[in-house]
């Protein structure tokens, strides 16, 4: 197992890694829209939000040579399911016909009062 670590990315915010490789798999925790630099989430609708946790996903692929069309399963989780169009909508704007597998989820509540959060699966050459 290869642990995987970027600044490029939120820091973790508890007792895990960012990713870990395993038999030419990226296993990333979840992302959600915290802005790298600050730490702190600093936009508020879920179109923003969605935006910020899909470039904090770029990065972490970026990191293992990877790209959107490398993931093949993410776990998407939304804090009210009333956004569901909306965030489909600018998550559907990062993938062009490999799209991955997917489970999208309403969740009563996400670390620092986030609106969406993301952990993807992705194929890598590491």
């Known amino acids: ?10 820091a973790a915010i508890g007792p895990y890694v960012q990713g870990n490789i395993v038999n030419g798999l990226l ?19 879920i179109e923003e939000q969605t935006k910020q946790v899909m470039a904090n996903i770029g990065q972490l692929l970026i990191t293992v040579g990877a790209d959107f069309s490398s993931i093949v399963k993410t776990t998407c989780f939304l ?11 600018v998550y559907g704007s990062y993938f062009s ?18 609106l969406v959060e993301i952990e993807i699966i992705a194929e890598v050459n590491n």
């Open 1 to 10: 197992m290869k642990k995987i670590h970027t600044e490029k990315a939120p």
């Open 27 to 45: 296993f990333a925790s979840g992302q959600i829209p915290i802005n790298p630099a600050s730490g702190n989430v600093e936009v508020k609708s």
């Open 79 to 89: 804090a009210n399911m009333e956004d569901f169009a909306k965030f489909n909508e």
């Open 97 to 114: 016909d490999s799209l991955p597998a997917r489970s999208c989820v309403e969740v009563s509540k996400l670390p620092k009062e986030a």
